[in-house]
């Protein structure tokens, strides 16, 4: 900058307003260094000026892995949910800095925001860190968390009717003369407590007895939880149907299903929750409870932009529908 002002015969100070744009340097100056500055490759160094500004118009996307370290940022309610949030950002003028955290120790997020790497942060999910999110949401403002809302609550969360979801799912199985309706995922951290909430819930709407031994815990990827279902079919445990925490578990299942000479929806229906991309296109299609992730996102980022210009803003709750298609009917 000090070359470009020394050609230009003006000081730094206004070579740099010229390279910002500020209307008080008359226009042919501007025109003038500007030039100079393109004919010689002077870029802007970003990182001094994000130093300076104390702003780095980056939005830090961040996926927290704690109950389910395995997964990874290809699985396909991650790709969405991230492509989704990225076209709302740069829609902006924002770029994106992507984390995926595996949480093996405390402090991990008060890293990330004293890096000043970026203006404010997205979480997708919660994972097990209520408590970390909370307290966090005492001193750092530009948070908000796609997840479920939760008693006594302080940071920002925008998420799906998890609760409803659940019970829409178990209704439309029991609706279709299923009894044995098996849950199959997490039920520990807070967006499957509740899905397995409203699977509770359904069933007792329904008259149907709740069984524990059809409670089967599955992990997030597709791989394992084909895996677990497997074991699950060799136990010999009757069930005519399975509501699954997600529809990539869901896609595990009507795979290991058909593996094990079952047909779906004949011999078992299948119901899932997100409403993927790759469910539309599945063999058969797979019924599922749909999250709007397109308002999800629009809505996080407009409560984050808000956050970060000081309004206040609440938590949001998004409804769910049931999509019904070939894997239930």
């Known amino acids: 900058m000090a070359d470009i002002a020394r050609m230009a015969g003006v000081s730094i100070s206004t070579v740099s307003r010229a390279l910002a744009g500020n209307p008080l340097i008359p226009k042919p100056l501007r025109d003038q260094i500007v030039e100079i500055a393109r004919t010689h490759g002077y870029v802007v160094n970003q990182s001094a000026r994000s130093l300076r500004l104390r702003k780095t118009d980056t ?59 970026a203006d404010g942060l997205l979480l997708i999910g919660q994972s097990n860190q209520h408590q970390t999110l909370n307290a966090i949401a005492e001193t750092y403002r530009p948070l908000v968390v796609w997840g479920a809302q939760l008693p006594e609550q302080k940071y920002c969360s925008v998420g799906s009717d998890n609760v409803a979801g659940g019970r829409l799912a178990v209704a439309h199985l029991a609706q279709a003369g299923r009894k044995r309706i098996a849950f199959l995922g997490a039920t520990d951290a807070p967006e499957a407590a509740q899905r397995f909430d409203g699977y509770r819930q359904g069933l007792a709407e329904a008259g149907l007895p709740f069984d524990p031994d059809l409670v089967v815990r599955a992990h997030y990827t597709m791989e394992e939880a084909g895996r677990t279902v497997a074991d699950f079919i060799a136990a010999g445990i009757p069930f005519d149907a399975i509501f699954a925490f997600s529809d990539v578990i869901a896609l595990a299942a009507v795979s290991a299903l058909i593996e094990a000479a079952r047909s779906v929806p004949g011999d078992v229906a299948v119901v899932g929750f997100d409403d993927i991309v790759l469910a539309r296109h599945s063999a058969p299609p797979l019924t599922t409870v749909r999250q709007d992730l397109a308002m999800g996102a629009r809505t996080m980022v407009d409560l984050l932009f808000e956050r970060m210009s000081g309004g206040p803003v609440r938590s949001a709750l998004t409804p769910v529908e049931l999509v019904a298609r070939g894997s239930s009917l």
């Open 59 to 117: 939005i830090g996307v961040i996926i927290p892995l704690a109950h389910e370290t395995g997964q990874l940022i290809s699985d396909p309610f991650f790709l969405e949910m991230v492509g989704r949030l990225a076209d709302e950002i740069t829609q902006r003028d924002y770029a994106v800095l992507l984390h995926k955290v595996v949480i093996t120790q405390t402090g991990w997020l008060e890293r990330i925001i004293q890096s000043h790497r």
